[in-house]
């Protein structure tokens, strides 16, 4: 196959190749955020036909953003190699086998590898379809094609959790992982015409292996202990011994990335400008926001409020939608008003939007709930496009591009983070009422005592003897206690993302007024 460039390109299919670019690039794109979002609720299902708790179920969602995370740092030098066409057609096919194996999994480790693999995927394609899409549109117009372009990347995740909730309903959790592979397909099949072509490298270009191989040692066994420390006890030998060995090669990386890299994969001396440290911690906060509520939100309406996967789908489906509309209007108004005022409006939000959730329970309407997180996502909806036109403004212009992919490589990692934070906030919470409610549970509280009376009374009246009416009511009992416990245990994880964001107001706003001046 002979070489074929964005000019041939474009003498061939004229200005129309500018959307026939975009599109291609675009239908990879929402595969990948499909895949990245449709899954969370089917973690109800999961967990039971496996047999396992949050702490093994949270992979699913941590893997693949963890996989993301670093691959996106590998996306450079894979099209430095393949070029543009090959490296999404094999990216796309191999993000294929991902769904295949995960949807087909017999056991949880086959169905995180399935995951992780999507994940890398999707660390690779995301970038290259900008880039493509940066790459066919001139200056001037280069804003108009990614407003549309983030908007196709924005409403596949609010409509996916609902399509992915029916399906679960009417097949199986299984099929969830095939929804976006129709994407997939077609995206392929375009890419072999529409995406510019040339041959494979002769030789290989230089990459940082041994930066790459410390960073994705760190962020494994880092997510391996904040994983297994509430199992396995946070002082315990094991833990202590990847805790230090995590630390380690943190460490490593850093020293290595600033001193010794040629070609690093994140520029450290960045980090010397607080207030680019400062939109650093703002986007490793969003995306420990919206990853975090986006995974706890679908569990906690089934697992609690007992909701079916098509209600748990239909109730993120507004905030998607609100995201839509609000992306756009933040960024102009990025333009027009100080951007601090919208950070912290958007924090301020966004921390009323999960304290809000944490206050829920069994007795909390569909509609409220729905209201709560339309407030959230009104919050993230004004961080997010203000980071992105604020956050490397401090930045000399040489060094616009390797901010930018810091930016978003801190973006993902605190959405792995985020999943685990509330996850372990969950666990904790989950285990001390518990412990707490059952130790309450005596004859001598009357509470306990009049639930007990109340119920056996009721099921006396039914003709039952006494000793299985008895039985009966402690069973009702203990799964009212368990209940309470979990209501509980999900409020901790959502007033732990509202904490958080109460605490980013100060990043936000040092990065703000510096962004103003």
């Known amino acids: 196959m002979s070489e074929e460039t964005t000019e041939d390109l474009f003498r061939r299919y004229g200005e129309a190749y500018r959307w026939l670019a975009t599109v291609t690039a675009m239908v990879g794109?929402?595969?990948?955020?499909?895949?990245?979002?449709?899954?969370?609720?089917?973690?109800?299902?999961?967990?039971?036909?496996?047999?396992?708790?949050?702490?093994?179920?949270?992979?699913?969602?941590?893997?693949?953003?963890?996989?993301?995370?670093?691959?996106?740092?590998?996306?450079?030098?894979?099209?430095?190699?393949?070029?543009?066409?090959?490296?999404?057609?094999?990216?796309?096919?191999?993000?294929?086998?991902?769904?295949?194996?995960?949807?087909?999994?017999?056991?949880?480790?086959?169905?995180?590898?399935?995951?992780?693999?999507?994940?890398?995927?999707?660390?690779?394609?995301?970038?290259?379809?900008?880039t493509t899409v940066y790459q066919v549109f001139p200056e001037n117009r280069r804003g108009l094609a990614m407003g549309i372009f983030g908007l196709g990347v924005v409403v596949a995740p609010a409509i996916g959790p609902y399509v992915g909730g029916v399906t679960i309903e009417e097949l199986s959790w299984r099929f969830v992982f095939f929804l976006p592979l129709p994407f997939c397909i077609v995206g392929i099949l375009a890419a072999c015409t529409f995406l510019p072509h040339k041959k494979i490298a002769n030789t290989l270009p230089p990459f940082d292996w041994i930066g790459f191989a410390l960073l994705c040692a760190a962020i494994s066994l880092c997510l391996f202990v904040l994983a297994n420390g509430q199992r396995e006890g946070w002082r315990s030998d094991q833990i202590a011994a990847f805790g230090s060995l995590a630390t380690l090669a943190a460490v490593s990386f850093v020293i290595w990335e600033w001193r010794c890299a040629k070609l690093p994969l994140l520029r450290m001396d960045l980090l010397l400008v607080p207030e680019f440290t400062s939109a650093i911690a703002v986007a490793f906060v969003f995306g420990a926001a919206i990853y975090g509520s986006t995974y706890l939100v679908p569990i906690f309406v089934q697992t609690v409020l007992h909701f079916p996967p098509a209600h748990a789908g239909l109730l993120l489906m507004p905030g998607g939608a609100l995201l839509a509309v609000i992306f756009p209007m933040s960024g102009w108004l990025a333009d027009s008003i100080p951007p601090r005022v919208l950070l912290v409006s958007g924090f301020v939000f966004m921390a009323i939007g999960s304290a809000q959730m944490g206050g829920a329970d069994v007795n909390t309407t569909f509609s409220a709930l729905v209201g709560y997180t339309l407030v959230q996502r009104f919050g993230l909806g004004l961080i997010h496009p203000t980071l992105n036109a604020t956050g490397l403004r401090t930045l000399p212009q040489e060094s616009v591009s390797a901010g930018a992919g810091m930016l978003n490589f801190f973006r993902q990692l605190g959405g792995a983070g985020g999943v685990l934070a509330t996850v372990i906030a969950y666990e904790s919470g989950l285990a001390i009422f518990a412990d707490a409610y059952t130790i309450t549970q005596t004859p001598s509280n009357w509470a306990t005592a009049g639930y007990l009376n109340e119920l056996h009374a009721m099921l006396g009246s039914t003709g039952l003897d006494t000793g299985a009416a008895s039985e009966i009511a402690l069973h009702h009992l203990g799964q009212a206690v368990l209940g309470e416990a979990l209501t509980q245990g999900f409020s901790s994880g959502f007033w732990l993302l509202a904490e958080i964001g109460l605490i980013a107001l100060i990043p936000a706003w040092i990065m703000g007024r510096r962004a103003s001046a």
Do not use: H, K
């Open 29 to 130: 794109a929402i595969s990948m955020v499909l895949s990245s979002t449709i899954v969370n609720v089917a973690f109800p299902n999961i967990m039971g036909e496996f047999g396992i708790g949050q702490d093994r179920a949270q992979w699913i969602s941590t893997g693949f953003l963890a996989a993301m995370t670093v691959f996106m740092l590998v996306n450079s030098w894979v099209q430095s190699v393949l070029g543009q066409r090959r490296s999404y057609i094999l990216v796309l096919a191999l993000f294929i086998a991902g769904a295949v194996l995960g949807g087909t999994a017999q056991t949880t480790e086959v169905l995180i590898l399935g995951r992780i693999i999507q994940g890398a995927c999707a660390g690779i394609v995301q970038p290259l379809a900008m």
